[in-house]
């Protein structure tokens, strides 16, 4: 009789003893205890819907643009914190002669956020490869490319040459990063 009362008690014991385990498993699997969970976001939730050219100033040497980007989150949730780098690139060598990143933050769920990035164009070709983060994961990367080329004409009533810069956009493309979220 003694014999089944302690392994009746010794079998209590261990299934506590179990479900305590799997309880503390289960919050260290979930973040609850530790460090702070990591949002998991589902791929492809953002988007880049559409980019646009703004000449803002120029000289006779140089033109300053702003390329706007519309960046949407398709996601229900805010997104991670956004970031851009945009590399201004000379299509006749393919190096870097320009580079900025703006900060952007959170995208609320289901809506667009226009990013502005200013630029700096001389008398050239380029391509302008722009890269996105998400929470410093590089999530999207795209092209666009933009002439900037100076225009003359003689001025009738001044007697003198005018300059003018014409910009063309002639094309973006952006893909997203595949990778394995956790």
């Known amino acids: 009789m003694e014999m089944k009362i302690k ?3 010794a079998g ?5 003893i179990a479900a305590i385990v799997i309880i503390l498993v289960g919050l260290f699997a979930t973040g609850i205890m530790g460090s702070e969970a ?33 960046l949407t989150n398709i996601w229900k949730k805010e997104s991670g914190n956004i970031k851009t780098t945009a590399y201004v690139i000379e299509t006749s060598d393919n190096l870097a002669v320009y580079k900025n ?48 080329y100076p225009i003359y004409s003689w001025d009738d009533i ?17 893909k997203a990063i595949r990778s394995n979220y956790p």
């Open 7 to 9: 392994t009746k008690k």
């Open 12 to 16: 209590v014991l261990i299934t506590a």
């Open 38 to 70: 990591k949002p998991v976001f589902p791929e492809e939730h953002l988007f880049v819907d559409a980019t646009y050219l703004l000449k803002t100033s120029e000289t006779n040497d140089t033109v300053n643009v702003t390329c706007n980007l519309y």
């Open 101 to 148: 990143t703006v900060t952007i933050g959170e995208i609320g769920a289901d809506s667009t956020a226009e990013i502005e990035i200013p630029i700096v164009l001389s008398n050239n070709s380029y391509k302008v490869e722009i890269l996105v983060f998400e929470n410093e994961k590089l999530v999207i990367k795209g092209i666009v490319t933009i002439s900037a």
């Open 158 to 174: 001044s007697h003198s040459v005018q300059q003018q810069w014409e910009i063309s956009n002639a094309g973006y493309d952006f």
